[in-house]
């Protein structure tokens, strides 16, 4: 015995009018499902072969204290080099490095590092547990601190700062095919 059912899906090609929306679905004897192969070509075509994107998320808790600093860059010289990432790495890890000291001098609790890759653009943010945003400084040429944002807005193609329930997260992106320096 099969059932045929009407699964919602997204429309693949500019709808005809009067069509009917979904996709038709049999359900076999053994109770698994069968898409047509019409449907399965497009998807593939939509989707760049079919393949799901690779999962290209990390997410660390670091200490509460400067052994964070170096741990970040390694954690993320090592994420980087798994997911072959084209990109500067050494900017990646710079950045990181920034960040990291920011939320452990001037914010409390462990920071979480969050690394993401999707379509050739590498995501970093650093979450702590303030919700006072971070601001740009301009340090005279003697101050030996405040310059970190002013290089995080210099080396990355964006960034910014989300509020969290328990915090902000400081972020920035990174192109893939962005020059490097």
């Known amino acids: 015995m099969s059932a045929t059912h009407l699964v919602h899906a997204v429309p693949m090609d500019i709808p005809q009018p009067g069509a009917r929306r979904g996709v038709r679905v049999t359900l076999h004897d053994a109770g698994v499902f069968r898409w047509p192969s019409s449907f399965i070509r497009r998807f593939r075509w939509f989707t760049g072969g079919g393949r799901p994107p690779p999962d290209h998320r990390a ?46 001098r001037h914010a409390w ?21 303030t ?6 400084q301009t340090p005279d040429s003697c101050e030996e601190s405040g310059r970190g944002l002013q290089m995080v807005n ?6 910014g700062v989300e509020l969290t329930r328990t915090g902000k997260a400081v972020w920035f992106e990174l192109r893939a095919d962005q020059p490097a320096l």
């Open 59 to 104: 997410t660390w808790i670091l200490p509460d204290d400067l052994s964070s600093v170096p741990a970040g860059r390694r954690l993320i010289h090592a994420q980087l080099a798994e997911w072959h990432f084209p990109g500067d790495t050494d900017v990646a890890e710079l950045l990181v490095d920034e960040l990291v000291t920011n939320a452990l």
């Open 109 to 129: 609790g462990q920071p979480v590092l969050s690394l993401s890759l999707s379509d050739s653009v590498l995501r970093c943010a650093v979450a702590d547990e």
């Open 154 to 159: 210099m080396l990355a193609s964006n960034w």
């Open 131 to 136: 919700s006072k945003v971070p601001h740009a």
